[in-house]
């Protein structure tokens, strides 16, 4: 299809960006977009993505305006190659397929797909190797930028759209990027705008096109091979043995005369004969401070219908020649919710798994197991030791509420531009990756307390084996709920330093609430204890140990101590009737009535935190 934009204007925040500028990207070419830095040339690649919004000017696709339907047709790949870095390139590349492709396509249909990318692109050798990131070695920086390019390629669109491609490749690298762009472009019949910063003279003339931009003003359009003969005309010559790239760049560069001259020459060029007839040039002129609509924001029902229909008409003569083209669909989402939940729950698993169970985890939990067990191993059940026992409670209590916790409160941060680039990209819906995150990292969160527990309540001696299937999902049902804090947090924070602290700072004043440190807080201070989910779990634990159990030994007297508990000083008992300790401390309700608050924490900042990512943390469309 055949992309064409008339007088561009776009305004962000009351500052002129944009100004005027037009151009023409045909099927089968390459057009390169460049421009000092500062330019206007992302903004440009946004625009044309429908990230940034018009303030005037038009965009068309085979001479109709451009529709929403259209618009998914046109794939963006960012400058910043960003993957899931423990996921191979052949996982990422079959979720890709699987959550963008529609659902009526079979298995083999879909494989079929990446496959033919996966040759296109020559990634072949390395489809078996992790993304990788700065820490674990994966992908080179030549096959993320080619992989980057596959995921967008898998919905086979018709305009391809690439933000500095060639950034930070060396020079072999970037050619044969470039080399791959043009035969691609060229065998498959597609449209390839891409911005570049300063190539080689080699690679600069293996664009077709080229588009100068400068202070978001149009210096130049039109073929590649004649932007020197150009500059000469405007009285700008280039010296013999200079690399094109470089002399032009240099010149909107050198002085304000120097840009102004070639921007004289251009708008001469544009009112010319020799200016095509779909880009000429209108009367009007952006003025920094004034915004009018976007004419091609206003669509009629006729012209959309009829861009629509010629549209499909192009799709279906591409569909002859390749017959695993991907139709256009007018949905706003090409797969279902369980499609997409059931694809994005396994991704969640597999990224999350390496994480959880990694070497370090393991170990932590083994040792960790091992210490409490052998510090606790047996407790009598004795007044003596009752504050021991109470300890050991609280500390399980407390290490399965804010290890989840500490482990989630950076999930979201980590994965932040990830989800940002398939948000704004419109791979799923938004409810489908949180339910996603949610229920994928369950069956890991609760998996290491489910070893810790099971050695430890046999090793210390707690109340027997009805009270301890009710402990473990009580502590299930705990760790949930850490879980959902932490959720909470990182999605508030959306910045790892700052949701460490945040999370430090809540844990902190949990613990001291949760009832272990003391039962006694100032009435000014006392409702606090109520937002702790630590102090419903204690007490919940402390009913399921004492209530009903086997009874307490009272203290040996002597001169320097004695019993606090009447039934030892004002009777002839020597044991002490464990309900009595709960009312000693103040546990005086059931066991349910302490659970319930702790799945009212779960859905109060699961719900929160979903309405906090779907409003607060909305991805900049211009990012």
């Known amino acids: 299809m055949e992309l064409d934009f008339r007088n561009l204007c776009v305004e962000v925040d009351k500052k002129l960006i944009l100004n005027n500028v037009s151009g023409l990207a045909c099927p089968g070419e390459l057009l390169a977009v460049m421009g000092p830095s500062g330019a206007g040339k992302s903004t440009l690649l946004n625009t044309l993505a429908g990230r940034t919004p018009l303030s005037s000017g038009t965009i068309s696709v085979n001479g109709h305006n451009i529709t929403k339907d259209l618009r998914r047709k046109i794939c963006y790949v960012l ?34 797909k990446v496959n033919e990318i996966i040759q296109d692109l020559d990634l072949s050798r390395c489809v078996d190797t992790i993304m990788g990131d700065v820490w674990v070695r994966g992908l080179s920086g030549g096959e993320k930028k080619r992989a980057s390019i596959a995921c967008e390629l898998i919905t086979d669109p018709v305009t391809i759209l690439l933000d500095e491609p060639t950034s930070g490749l060396d020079y072999s690298t970037a050619f044969s990027l470039i080399e791959m762009l043009q035969t691609y472009a060229r065998n498959h019949n597609k449209t390839v705008v891409a911005t570049i910063h300063q190539p080689s003279s080699f690679i600069f003339y293996q664009f077709h096109k080229l588009l100068l931009i400068s ?34 760049l240099e010149k909107l560069k050198e002085d304000e005369k120097t840009r102004l001259k070639i921007i004289s020459a251009m708008d001469q060029m544009r009112t010319s004969s020799n200016w095509s007839s779909k880009l000429k040039k209108s009367e009007q002129v952006c003025k920094e401070g004034e915004t009018d609509p976007a004419p091609s924001q206003e669509i009629t029902e006729q012209t959309y219908n009829d861009s629509v229909h010629v549209s499909l008409m192009e799709l279906d003569k591409a569909d002859n020649e390749s017959s695993s083209r991907t139709p256009l669909d007018d949905k706003k989402w090409p797969t279902g919710f369980l499609t997409q939940y059931k694809q ?98 369950l069956v890991l969160i609760l998996v290491q307390p489910l070893f810790f527990i099971t050695v430890v309540y046999w ?143 779960i859905l109060f900042f699961r719900i929160s935190g979903y309405f906090m990512l779907r409003y607060k943390q909305k991805p900049s469309q211009r990012n």
């Not at 932007?227 to 200079?242: I, L, Q, T």
């Not at 070497?359 to 091992?370: G, S």
């Not at 941060?413 to 995150?437: F, H, Q």
């Not at 004492?546 to 019993?563: K, L, M, Q, W, Y």
């Open 79 to 112: 400058q910043q190659d960003i993957f899931f870095s423990s996921l191979t390139l052949k996982e990422t590349l079959q979720f890709t397929a699987r959550i963008r492709l529609p659902e009526k396509m079979s298995n083999e249909q879909i494989t079929s």
């Open 215 to 248: 202070d978001g003003e149009l210096a130049y359009f039109g073929d590649t091979e004649k932007v020197v003969e150009f500059f000469h005309k405007a009285g700008v010559p280039m010296a013999s043995h200079y690399n094109p790239a470089d002399f032009i």
């Open 344 to 441: 994005l729950t396994l991704r969640t698993f597999k990224t999350s798994k390496s994480q959880m169970f990694s070497r370090f985890k393991l170990i932590e939990t083994v040792v960790l197991t091992a210490i409490v067990s052998l510090i606790w191993f047996q407790l009598p059940r004795t007044e003596e030791t009752l504050r021991d026992r109470m300890g050991v409670l609280f500390y399980m209590s407390m290490h399965w509420g804010f290890t989840p916790l500490f482990d989630t409160v950076t999930a979201f941060p980590l994965e932040r531009l990830v989800i940002n680039k398939e948000r704004l990209a419109g791979w799923y819906r938004l409810s489908t990756y949180y339910l996603a995150k949610m229920t994928s990292e």
């Open 459 to 601: 090793s210390v001696g707690l109340n027997g084996v009805s009270s301890y299937f009710a402990t473990l999902g009580t502590l299930f049902i705990h760790a949930i709920t850490g879980q959902s804090v932490g959720l909470f947090i990182g999605i508030a924070s959306m910045d790892i330093r700052k949701g460490m602290t945040q999370a430090t700072i809540y844990i902190m004043a949990t613990m001291l609430l949760g009832g272990f440190y003391t039962r006694s807080l100032p009435f000014w201070l006392d409702w606090i204890k109520y937002v702790s989910f630590l102090q419903y779990t204690f007490s919940a634990m402390m009913c399921l140990e004492f209530n009903d159990g086997p009874d307490i030994r009272c203290a040996v007297r002597s001169t320097t101590s004695e019993s606090q508990f009447g039934t030892c000083l004002y009777s002839n008992s020597t044991h002490i009737p464990s309900n009595e300790v709960l009312r000693f401390y103040g546990i005086d309700l059931p066991y349910w009535a302490y659970i319930l608050p702790l799945f009212v924490f």
